[in-house]
């Protein structure tokens, strides 16, 4: 910040990250949409309080043989799921092995949503996340709970800031420590039915 101040003839301030508001009430999680994502869609026809928001992050991801273990992991859990995935050959792999599973129709795998209003969606009530420090804000506004899959940079630490600190969520690892780290599917399974939005 010095030395922006430094370098820029205007003042420079530290501000944010900031959320925007998004209501927690039900029905108004549409509001400033004209034309309604499919997602939302499929949100509005799940239970209230049964649906995980599984994303993990937009700039690094995990291993292929990792995304394989989650997706096995979430089929075995029988928990409904939305899932963000970037790269078209990472989702067509992902739901070949949920359609090999019979177990499509209670999940839906997208390329982007609107992360905030899923979250505060009435029919999630769980995120598995990364701990990127805007995404962990976010699932604290909406009054989420979080599932850890920490990647690198910063999210070691805010993964045990919700875990050990805060007590609002639940740790799978600390961090990978490299690219053969992986978390079974065995571990993923157990640790989905005992969390606040295992189905029922």
């Given amino acids: 910040m010095d030395v922006l101040r430094q370098e820029l003839p205007y003042p420079v301030f530290s501000v944010g990250p900031c959320i925007p508001y998004t209501s927690l009430q039900a029905g108004e999680h549409h509001a400033g949409r004209e034309e309604e ?20 992050g ?10 394989d273990e989650i997706a096995i992991g979430l089929a075995e859990s029988k928990v409904r799921f939305l899932w963000v995935l970037h790269g078209d ?28 209003k899923v979250m505060c969606h009435p029919s999630v009530s769980g995120f598995f996340t ?24 910063d999210q070691p630490i805010v993964s045990r800031l919700v875990v050990d600190e805060w007590k609002i969520g639940y740790g799978l690892r600390e961090k ?7 978390v ?11 969390s606040p939005y295992a189905s029922t």
């Fill in 37 to 56: 994502e499919p997602y939302m869609a499929w949100l509005d026809s799940q239970p209230v309080g049964l649906v995980l928001y599984v994303s993990l």
């Fill in 176 to 182: 990978a420590r490299d690219e053969d780290d992986v």
């Fill in 130 to 153: 990364h701990y990127g420090m805007n995404s962990t804000l976010e699932a604290v506004h909406a009054g989420v709970p979080m599932l850890t899959l920490p990647i690198a940079f």
């Fill in 184 to 194: 079974g599917r065995e571990e993923i399974a157990a640790w989905i039915p005992i």
């Fill in 89 to 116: 050959a990472a989702r067509s792999g992902v739901r070949d092995i949920l359609r090999g599973r019979d177990v499509a129709s209670d999940s839906m795998v997208v390329p982007w949503s609107d992360q905030l």
């Fill in 58 to 67: 937009s700039f690094l991801s995990v291993s292929n043989a990792q995304l």
